[in-house]
Nanobody, 119 residues
Framework: QVQLVESGGGLVQPGGSLRLSCAASKIIFSIYAMGWYRQAPGKERELVARITRDSSTNYVDSVKGRFTISRDNAKNTVDLQMNSLKPEDTAVYYC?????????????WGQGTQVTVSS
């Protein structure tokens, strides 16, 4: 069973930075996209950033210019560099790997890591 393990969350002051990392417990083939989602209390989970295997990226508007997603295909890892953090970025952040083969599409999810932006 594949597990995605996240690290790098924590408490940071407004304007600060954090870097989230996610690694798979073993090599995964047919990864189409890697991404980060977040869920704040009382809100639905939303896509924060996503990067496909050809390195195309997309970001939710609220983080554009502040967050950067990157991936290492050989290591099956994805990072999210978060700068200029705001209190509204507070949420549990989840790593996602989207798998696409010739016949199937499915997802792996991490367990989530808490990011709290507060003074």
């Amino acid at each position: 069973q594949v597990q995605l393990v996240e690290s790098g969350g924590g408490l940071v002051q407004p304007g600060g930075s954090l870097r989230l990392s996610c690694a798979a417990s073993k090599i995964i083939f047919s990864i189409y996209a890697m991404g980060w989602y977040r869920q704040a209390p009382g809100k639905e989970r939303e896509l924060v950033a996503r990067i496909t295997r050809d390195s195309s990226t997309n970001y939710v508007d609220s983080v554009k210019g502040r967050f950067t997603i990157s991936r290492d295909n050989a290591k099956n890892t994805v990072d999210l560099q978060m700068n200029s953090l705001k209190p509204e970025d507070t949420a549990v952040y989840y790593c996602n790997f989207n798998i696409r083969t010739a016949t199937r599409e499915y997802d792996y999810w991490g367990q989530g890591t808490q990011v709290t932006v507060s003074s």
